[in-house]
């Protein structure tokens, strides 16, 4: 926090000179918290500012969970990506100069602690804004409520114990006051959580964001209420509750930050959470979504059921999936740095096609029987590797005549929807590839050397051959020349959206009362819009393990999938494998992708190591910055660091 009693001068007297764009309202440049609070438009434009320290995750390059652990990699030499954060996933996390250090403001991390002290500023000051309305100051005192809870939430998920800025602190602060000590976990989330039980309880949010067009964003009720139950599915799980891992971390005044007591009740108010959140969008017209269609396309059921899976994300109209769409995050670099090369291309804007999922992402969706591969019992995962050349019926999947592994056969609609991969199909996205009937059509990604889809030169290729098609909106298009910049099709980055939420409800209530049919309706749910039957069906059908859903840790174990496959490459899976403490077993295998630099299918199709990644116990939470420490002796390092 950097001598917290100078940020506190400077939060006072100057910060909002810092943010000019939003405050240019003073005489003579001297910010005042007078002037920004003397004016309906000043407390608006602070209002913006104290939204402009939300992470933007849509901004690849920002996103933690995104780079930070194994679901894409990147060429070596990196080029064209910032490589702070991406280090993360490398194991290259030091204390001396965290990356991603929200603590401080540094790689590519924005100082949380300094959003929070703008909260305070706007609760303590709104009320003296002479003309405004009494609806509107409530309703932006329910946002910045929020904020602050949500603030705060993103440092704990990072650093555990954080300490609580409820109020800031006068400048007539003493040297001790100044000094702060963490707060144990426990305190975090209560405090986390009251402050969302105000927001929620504030009648002047909108139980949903109407206008899209000018309120695109913003908080609503149902953003506090799914938040919140995200908020307390995260206090319940293995990493904050009864971590015995932390048993010595203790403060300098000898107090345990963590409580190493296993606590069963808090799955029951996160369950209780995920079915407030759930009643209250579902009464608001949220729900899983499907393709709305488009009449100047000619698809069939199987494009179609691949398209409602992508447009769960990206479609900007008549989505009633995304809960809440992120404000300051739309995503053109994104989709093009996610988007393959389809054929050859004279444009310099092409797709980048950097973002490159590994092969054990390609592994994690199931078989055509909803089931992982390694336990359907009519998968031939021995042989997953072998060539095998298409035939019509394949068409819709992969290339016609074309060979690639049988990994790419049989598999899910997800599987096609999410990747795109070596002579697999990729419809959309072309400027005349909107006919599944016509000749040439749909096209294919051709990825090996020499062909559009591979590397053409020292970057702009994927490492692994493999590409992340659901993130590329399929309005998005590519002109006959190979240009795709210029035709991006942006949507705001999916916070949190009505699937995720469903499985955070099936995660709750196994973990509350073991396997249950009310745990099964929602995990169906999420897999009948991907097309695939019932977790009862699926595993006593075609699993070698037919029992596994029976048992509480067994559907653990699916539930836990299921998210990782429905979420994937959406900035969760990180997130999800800290808090489950599987994070040091997943993220300690290697990455692998196929020999890129061959031509010829055989020699193509051969695993290349690309990193042995790297996890430790200590990297569950990150480091504070050792700077910090020496400002402040009251603070304690993280444990291992």
Same mark, same amino acid.
């Given at each position: ?110 100082? /949380? @602690?300094? =959003? ?5 500023? $706007?609760? &303590? !000051?709104? +009320? *003296? ?5 009494? #609806? ?102 293995? /990493? @904050?509750? =009864? ?5 010595? $971390?203790? &403060? !300098?005044? +000898? *107090? ?5 007591? #296993? ?363 050792t700077a910090e420490l020496r400002i402040n002796k009251n603070l304690v390092q993280n444990p291992g660091w």
């Open positions: 926090m950097k001598s917290i009693k100078i940020i506190l001068i400077i939060c006072l007297l100057g910060t909002v000179s810092s943010c000019k764009k939003y405050l240019d309202i003073v005489p003579d440049n001297i910010a005042t918290v007078e002037n920004a609070f003397t004016l309906r438009s000043s407390a608006e434009k602070f209002l913006f500012t104290c939204y402009s320290y939300m992470p933007k995750n849509g901004l690849f390059n920002n996103n933690i969970a995104f780079n930070g652990g194994d679901e894409v990699w990147y060429m070596d030499p990196i080029r064209d990506v910032d490589a702070d954060i991406f280090n993360i996933a490398k194991g290259l996390q030091n204390p001396d100069a965290p990356l991603a250090n929200y603590w401080s403001g540094a790689k590519h991390g924005t100082a /949380l @602690f300094d =959003g929070i002290r703008n909260c305070n500023i $706007f609760l &303590d !000051n709104i +009320g *003296r804004v002479p003309d405004i309305n009494e #609806y509107e100051r409530q309703r932006w005192i329910g946002e910045v409520t929020f904020l602050k809870a949500y603030y705060t939430f993103c440092l704990v998920r990072m650093y555990g114990p954080v300490p609580l800025m409820k109020v800031n602190l006068p400048i007539s602060a003493s040297p001790d006051e100044v000094q702060v000590y963490r707060d144990p976990v426990d305190d975090c989330f209560d405090y986390i959580r009251q402050l969302l039980n105000d927001a929620a309880a504030n009648q002047f949010l909108p139980d949903r964001i109407i206008n899209e067009t000018s309120e695109l964003g913003r908080i609503s009720r149902a953003i506090v209420l799914a938040f919140k139950a995200k908020v307390l599915v995260t206090a319940a799980s293995p /990493l @904050f509750n =009864g971590n015995t891992d932390y048993t010595n $971390f203790v &403060d !300098n005044k +000898g *107090r345990r930050l963590f409580n190493t007591t #296993y606590v069963p009740a808090k799955w029951d108010s996160a369950a209780t959470a995920c079915k407030t959140a759930i009643d209250f969008c579902q009464a608001n017209g949220y729900a899983l979504s499907k393709f709305a269609g488009n009449t100047a396309w000619r698809i069939n059921d199987t494009i179609k059921l691949q398209l409602d899976i992508r447009t769960a994300l990206t479609a900007k109209v008549n989505n009633t999936e995304v809960i809440w769409p992120a404000l300051n995050s739309h995503t053109p670099d994104m989709q093009r740095y996610c988007m393959a090369d389809l054929a050859a291309f004279t444009s310099t804007s092409n797709p980048k096609s950097i973002i490159a999922p590994p092969l054990k992402m390609v592994e994690l969706f199931y078989s055509k029987n909803g089931v992982p591969v390694t336990e359907d019992k009519t998968y031939d995962y021995a042989n997953k590797y072998a060539l095998r050349t298409a035939g019509t019926a394949d068409r819709f999947y992969v290339k016609n005549g074309e060979k690639t592994v049988a990994l790419h056969y049989d598999r899910e609609p997800r599987f096609y929807a999410d990747l795109g991969f070596d002579r697999g199909v990729w419809f959309g996205n072309w400027y005349n590839n909107y006919d599944v009937n016509v000749a040439g059509g749909p096209l294919y990604v051709m990825g090996r050397k020499g062909e559009p889809g591979a590397r053409q030169g020292i970057s702009n290729f994927s490492i692994t051959s493999y590409y992340i098609k659901k993130l590329v909106s399929i309005e998005s298009t590519t002109g006959s020349d190979g240009n795709f910049a210029s035709n991006i099709v942006q949507f705001a980055w999916p916070e949190m959206r009505m699937a995720d939420l469903y499985l955070l409800y099936a995660e709750a209530l196994n973990e509350k009362g073991g396997p249950s049919p009310d745990v099964y309706l929602w995990i169906n749910q999420v897999r009948a819009r991907a097309g695939l039957n019932t977790v009862e069906s699926s595993w006593t059908n075609f699993s070698s393990n037919p029992t596994k859903f029976q048992s509480k840790d067994g559907l653990r174990e699916i539930i836990q999938r299921e998210r990782n496959i429905e979420l994937a490459f959406e900035g969760q899976r990180y997130w999800d494998l800290r808090r489950w403490k599987t994070a040091h077993i997943v993220l300690n295998n290697p990455i692998k992708g196929w020999d890129i630099t061959q031509a010829d299918a055989p020699s193509f199709y051969k695993e290349v190591l690309l990193y042995n990644q790297r996890f430790a116990l200590r990297d569950y939470l990150w480091p504070i910055e």
